[in-house]
């Protein structure tokens, strides 16, 4: 079982930056793909980028392309997600998971997640 914990959240002008972590303790395994996964209120959760185990493949959704990159360090076990040119429409409680398959991971349907990290974007 691989734990996850999400920080590094906050508020930010439009236009400013911030860069999310996600640390896993447990279980964890560098081959494992972990994404980025957001949820404003009101509205479903929706994936926003993921990255393979070995960190040379990435993904992103079409709005946030070109304005967030995901990487990871796996001797710290954490995975990052710096987000710069933010937007009003960014704000919402940002959260990790992870799955062996990174080409699985976006639609894939988790049972767990954890405690988020909230994203405030102000105009």
């Known amino acids: 079982q691989v734990q996850l914990v999400e920080s590094g959240g906050g508020l930010v002008q439009a236009g400013g930056s911030l860069r999310l972590s996600c640390v896993a303790s447990g279980r964890t395994s560098s081959t494992f793909a972990v994404a980025w996964f957001r949820q404003a209120p009101g509205k479903e959760r929706e994936f926003v980028a993921a990255?393979?185990?070995?960190?040379?493949?990435?993904y992103y959704a079409d709005s946030v392309r070109g304005r967030f990159t995901i990487s990871r360090d796996n001797a710290k076990n954490t995975v990052y997600l710096q987000m710069n040119n933010l937007k009003p429409e960014d704000t919402a409680v940002y959260y990790c998971?992870?799955?062996?398959?990174?080409?699985?991971?976006?639609?894939?349907?988790?049972?767990?997640w954890g405690q988020g990290t909230q994203v405030t974007v102000s105009s």
């Open positions: 998971n992870a799955h062996p398959s990174v080409q699985a991971i976006s639609s894939y349907d988790f049972d767990s």
């Open positions: 990255i393979g185990g070995s960190g040379g493949s990435t």
